[in-house]
C-alpha cells in the first residue's frame, strides 16, 4: 500500500519535473496581462473599447496571444473550449455513460453468479 | 429494506451534526454573503463584481463540496470500525450493503444540503446587489453536488480496504487525474512540458476514471454562456453510472471484509 501511494503522488508530479518552472515566462513578464481576462467577454465589451483599439476583437486577441505566458494562452484555450460548447458532447458522454452501465450489468451479473 | 437505509442515513446525519459539520457551511455561507458586497467596493464602478463574485462563490463552492467529500466518504465506514460502533450495527440484520448505502445516502443528504445552503446565500447576495437572481448558480452547485457524490463514492469504495490516509490520497489522485481537461494535456504536457510520455500516461489513467471536468459548468454562469439542458441530462446519467459502479465495488470488498 505505501508503495501504491509512493506511485501515485510520482504519477502526479511527473510533469511538474518534465520542465522547469523557470523555463516558462513568468507572468510578469508580459506587459498586455490584464487584457487577457477579458477574452470571454470580448464579444460584450462595450462598443467604446472595441473602438478604442484592436486589441479587444478575436484577431486582435489571437495576434497577440503569441507573447502571452504558457498560462494565460492555456486560460484562453480552456475557456473557448468548455465541454458544454462542442457540438455533439452530449452524445460522447452517454456514450460514455452506456459503457459504465454496461460495466455496472457486468459486475452484478458476476455478483448474482457468486451468490447463487 | 428502503426503511433500514432511511434510519442508517438520519443515524449518520445526526451523528454528523452532534461533529458540529454544519458549522463550517453556515461559517462559509456567511462568507459568501458578504463577498459580493466586499467585491464591489473594489470595482471601481466597472460593475464587473458580478462576474467575480459569481466566479470566486462557485470556486470555493466546488472547492469545499470536494473536501467534504473526500473526508466524509473516507471517514463514513472505517470511524464506524474504528470505533467499533460496527459490530453492533452488523449483529442486527442489516445486511452489509445497506449499511453501505445508507452510509452513502447520510454523506450525499450532508453534502448537497451543504452546496444548496451556500448555493443560496451566494445567489441571494449577488441579487442583492445586481437586482435579479440568476437560478444558474443553482444549477452549477448542483452539477458540484453531482461531482462530488462520485467522489464520495470512490472514497467511500477506496475506505473499504485502504487506511483513512491512503483512501485520502487516492482520493486526491482520482479528483486531480480525473478532472484533468483535454485542452490541459494537449497543451501543458505536450505542446509547453513537450512530455508526450506524460500526457499518454495521464490519459490512459484518464480513461479508466471519471472525468470530473464534464460536472464543471461554472464558466455558463459567469460568462453568461448557453448550457444545453441535454448536456445536463447526460452528466446526469454519467455521474449516476459512476456512482453505482464504485457502490458496487465497495459492497464487493466489503462483503468479504472480515470484521
Request: charged letters at 15%; proline letters at 5%.
Amino acid at each position: 500500500m505505501r508503495r501504491l501511494a509512493l506511485l501515485l503522488w510520482l504519477v502526479l508530479l511527473l510533469p511538474v519535473g518534465a520542465q522547469s518552472p523557470s523555463d516558462s515566462p513568468s507572468p510578469s513578464a508580459s506587459p498586455d496581462e490584464d487584457h487577457v481576462w477579458t477574452v470571454h467577454g470580448a464579444e460584450h465589451e462595450s462598443h467604446a473599447d472595441v473602438e478604442a483599439g484592436g486589441e479587444y476583437t478575436n484577431e486582435g486577441l489571437d495576434a497577440k496571444s503569441d507573447n502571452y505566458p504558457a498560462i494565460y494562452k492555456f486560460m484562453i484555450r480552456e475557456t473557448n473550449s468548455e465541454p458544454y460548447l462542442r457540438k455533439g458532447e452530449s452524445r460522447l458522454v452517454l456514450r460514455d455513460a452506456a459503457v459504465v452501465w454496461a460495466l455496472n450489468i457486468a459486475v452484478i451479473a458476476l455478483f448474482y453468479r457468486r451468490r447463487r | 429494506m428502503i426503511l433500514r437505509i432511511y434510519y442508517l442515513a438520519k443515524l449518520y446525519l445526526l451523528e454528523q451534526i452532534r461533529r458540529q459539520a454544519h458549522l463550517i457551511t453556515l461559517f462559509l455561507a456567511v462568507i459568501l454573503l458578504m463577498l459580493p458586497a466586499y467585491i464591489n467596493s473594489f470595482s471601481l464602478g466597472l460593475s464587473s463584481f458580478e462576474r467575480v463574485a459569481k466566479d470566486f462563490g462557485l470556486t470555493l463552492i466546488n472547492y469545499y463540496a470536494v473536501a467534504l467529500a473526500i473526508y466524509l466518504g473516507v471517514t463514513a465506514v472505517s470511524s464506524d470500525v474504528e470505533r467499533r460502533t460496527l459490530y453492533p450495527l452488523l449483529a442486527r440484520p442489516i445486511p452489509r450493503w445497506a449499511y453501505l448505502m445508507g452510509k452513502f445516502v447520510g454523506v450525499m443528504v450532508v453534502m448537497l444540503s451543504s452546496v444548496l445552503v451556500l448555493s443560496l446565500a451566494l445567489m441571494l447576495s449577488v441579487a442583492a446587489l445586481s437586482k435579479f437572481a440568476d437560478g444558474q448558480i443553482l444549477v452549477v452547485a448542483l452539477c458540484y453536488g453531482l461531482e462530488s457524490s462520485v467522489l464520495a463514492a470512490a472514497c467511500i469504495f477506496f475506505s473499504t480496504f485502504a487506511s483513512p490516509p491512503l483512501a485520502g490520497v487516492l482520493g486526491v489522485f482520482l479528483y486531480f487525474v480525473g478532472g484533468l481537461s483535454t485542452s490541459f494535456i494537449n497543451f501543458f504536457l505536450v505542446e509547453d512540458r513537450g512530455s508526450p510520455a506524460a500526457a499518454m500516461l495521464a490519459r490512459l489513467l484518464k480513461m479508466v476514471m471519471p472525468h470530473f471536468d464534464l460536472f464543471r459548468v461554472k464558466n455558463a454562469v459567469v460568462y453568461t454562456l448557453p448550457l444545453p439542458p441535454e448536456y445536463l441530462a447526460s452528466i446526469v446519467v454519467y455521474g449516476l453510472a459512476w456512482m453505482v459502479l464504485f457502490l458496487l465495488l465497495a459492497e464487493r470488498v466489503f462483503s468479504r471484509k472480515d470484521l
